[in-house]
């Protein structure tokens, strides 16, 4: 049985809104969200090469995810509550979903993005909880954008 939300619950919800409204996090959360279309480490390389403003953007927006994610999974922040007010989570881990076991292959980290993983999972549950293609048009949205990005 889920945890009664609390004030503090809600506190922090809204201290994390504002910190998605900071200006550079904000122009990278709209880079992420209108260019970061990799399903491999070579495609990552060339949409946002290492030392590049763009891979700049891409780890920012990912771990703010995954810190905001972390505090679900610790028990800081409730789950019901953060799923109910932060579905761009669900978006980041459908775009970088593919790329966990190679990024945590390759930084020989099996935890690497382990909290964004542990969230967006729940969000799925969530989704499918509402309906047999809640999920699959959510992730239709989210990939036929890998499509239009391509052409």
């Known amino acids: 049985m889920p945890s009664q939300a609390t004030y503090d619950d809600a506190n922090l919800i809204l201290r994390l809104y504002e910190l998605r409204r900071e200006e550079k996090l904000r122009r990278a959360r709209e880079w992420f969200g209108a260019n970061f279309h990799a399903a491999t480490l070579e495609d990552v390389n060339r949409i946002a090469p290492q030392g590049s403003e763009e891979s700049a953007y891409m780890r920012m927006v990912i771990s703010y995810w995954d810190m905001a994610a972390s505090f679900v999974v610790s028990g800081i922040l409730n789950q019901e509550l953060f799923l ?3 579905g761009e989570c669900l978006f980041v881990w459908e775009r970088v979903r593919l790329l966990a076991p190679a990024i945590r292959a390759m930084y020989k980290n ?4 382990g909290n964004l993983e542990a969230v967006g999972n729940a969000f799925i ?7 047999p293609e809640a999920y699959p048009a959510f992730q239709a949205m989210v990939h036929g954008a890998i499509t239009a990005g391509k052409s």
């Open 110 to 113: 099996p935890n690497a993005w």
């Open 125 to 131: 549950k969530q989704l499918e909880a509402n309906g």
């Open 84 to 86: 109910k007010t932060n």
